[in-house]
Antibody, heavy 121, light 107 residues
């Protein structure tokens, strides 16, 4: 069974940093693109970033470029999102999402349960 | 960026109804369109990819169609567990973008 379990969320002050983790199991992690998608309270879904199977390619939504960094450790079956200079508007549930096992990004199929990040003073 | 526009933003329907949700892309995305279902307090669930292919385990009452800029998600014979919010998403180009969502409520 495919499982994605996020951790690392919590309350942080504006300007602070947080590192999210996603531990995966049930599939060969190194074969898949991986994504982070977020959802602000009461709002819709927003794609944040993704990373290719070997980490050689990363893409970000414009408003997090230079602020967030996606990475992965295939030996540990883990995905990460380093979030710096956090703003109130970064408050959201952050989901770890599996992409495709193809060369190109492809569709999402499996989602984690999400981890809540709250940025507030 | 490719804008994804869903309509309606919400609808009321009864069990057994046929429901159609529309998603329009601001430019041609070929067939690189996915649909997701989300229930309150839960993570989204992937329903459809490549505009019309069902993800494994998704009931056949769900179907998708479209190509280019106009797409639809249809649920024939709406079931109680189908009351949820539905999102479309394009994965043709970066940044990957979602529609604003369609909330399907009980009439």
């Amino acid at each position: 069974e495919v499982q994605l379990v996020e951790s690392g969320g919590g309350l942080v002050q504006p300007g602070g940093s947080l590192r999210l983790s996603c531990a995966v199991s049930g599939f060969t992690f190194s074969n898949y693109w991986m994504n982070w998608v977020r959802q602000a309270p009461g709002k819709g879904l927003e794609w944040v970033a993704n990373i290719k199977q070997d980490g050689s390619e990363k893409h970000y939504v414009d408003f997090v470029k230079g602020q967030f960094t996606i990475s992965r450790d295939n030996a540990k079956n883990s995905l990460y999102l380093q979030m710096n200079s956090l703003r109130v508007e970064d408050t959201a549930v952050y989901y770890c999402v599996r992409g495709s096992n193809a060369r190109n990004v492809g569709p999402f199929d499996s989602w984690g349960q999400g981890t809540l990040v709250t940025v507030s003073s | 960026d490719i804008q994804m526009t869903q309509s309606p933003s919400s609808l009321s329907a009864s069990v057994g109804d046929r429901v159609t949700i529309t998603c329009r892309a601001s430019q041609d995305i070929k067939q690189y369109l996915a649909w997701f279902q989300q229930k309150p307090g839960k993570a989204p669930k992937s329903l459809i990819y490549l505009a019309s292919s069902l993800q494994s385990g998704v009931p056949s009452r769900f179907s998708g169609s479209g190509f280019g800029t106009d797409f639809t998600l249809t649920i024939i014979s709406l079931q109680p567990e189908d009351f949820a919010t539905y999102y479309c998403q394009q994965y043709y180009s970066y940044p990957l973008t979602f529609g604003g969502g369609t909330r399907v409520e009980i009439e």
